[in-house]
């Protein structure tokens, strides 16, 4: 590979490492002052108007605006992953720190491999069966309540953290195997993040929180962090990383289903003063290490022919945050319009891996 492309493509992957970990520190500071499903909302309207407009703008004359079903899947879609996989996120986020969120949301691919099993047989091979129970180890040496008082952590926040995956998993895989969607990938997303925010918005209005907000409250460091989720989270993350799945090996692009939950923990720490206990560092060491044992299970399968998850993240998309990595491309992203010798780029937020808050 060319020093060039090489530099890039490391770029891109560091993008994609740093800006997925550091969303969920920017979900902590924005909701600060801004109601959680709002704040989501605004991040989620304007991020999709941008995608949008620019896909009218390019599309000149020959624009066509999206079928009625591309409609109605597209709101299907962009409320599961948006609405309930990211809102869901902030929510919780409200009550549980910023890297304990990313930690409880790394375990994405567990939910993939039993959603898999349950709705089309998919065989869970005993790699998947052990990482299920590790990972479900680690989940409860995390939050259980063995008294340590700097380790507590809200039983319900930890519920909520639990509920947004599987809405994620869902959309993805409705995304991947149901839905009709725009062709253009940018439009796809557009689309699905401007119905996703319309979701935010209800939610919003039924949690109370249009009510009980206030422009003026809005501080400095909130407005920064929606800034920053919008244009790098939404934006920037989301093309590095539809790049980096037209240009880099899979199992390469993979690996930040394992380093977001790090940088997660780190930044939460260093900025926020989150609390990081020794038994916080173990559960997060065996919860990483069953995302791997599933991940290369996977892998392994999609490798030998066997049905996988859909594709994978956000950035999101907007995002979305590690599920097993784009390791199945359906017959719908084969039909994905663009990319670099006409690989295809994703079609949908639901090509993250994970809710990328």
Known sequence: ?????????????????????????????????????????????????????????????????????????????????????????????????????????????????????????????????????????????????????????????????????????????????????????????????????????LEAGLTGELGRFHLGAISASSLAALVYLTVIGSLVAFNAYAWLLRNAPLPLVSTYAYVNPVVAVALGSLILSEPVTPRTLVASAVIVAAVAMIVTARSRMARAGEPSEPAGREPQTALAAPRAFASDRTDNQRRSAGGVNDAPLPRSLSREPAPRP
């Open 1 to 201: 590979m060319p020093k060039r492309s090489s530099l890039i493509l490391w770029l891109a992957l560091g993008t994609v490492y740093v800006v997925g970990g550091s969303t969920y520190l920017g979900i902590a500071i924005a909701i600060e002052t801004i109601p959680p499903f709002l704040m989501l909302a605004i991040r989620f309207a304007v991020a999709g108007a941008v995608l949008f407009g620019w896909e009218v703008v390019r599309g000149g004359r020959g624009f066509r605006l999206p079928s009625g079903r591309e409609w109605r899947d597209s709101a299907i879609v962009g409320t599961l992953l948006l609405g309930i996989g990211n809102g869901f996120v902030g929510l919780a986020e409200e009550t549980v720190p910023s890297g304990i969120a990313a930690i409880l949301i790394a375990l994405i691919p567990a939910w993939f491999a039993v959603l898999g099993w349950i709705y089309f047989r998919e065989p869970l091979p005993r790699l998947v069966l052990v990482g299920i129970g590790v990972g479900l180890a680690g989940v409860v040496l995390l939050v259980w309540p063995f008294g340590d008082g700097a380790n507590s952590i809200d039983l319900f926040g930890v519920a909520i953290l639990l509920v947004a995956p599987i809405g994620w998993a869902h959309g993805s895989i409705y995304s991947a195997r149901r839905a009709v969607l725009p062709a253009r990938p940018l439009m796809a997303t557009g689309l699905q993040m401007l119905l996703g925010s319309v979701a935010l918005f």
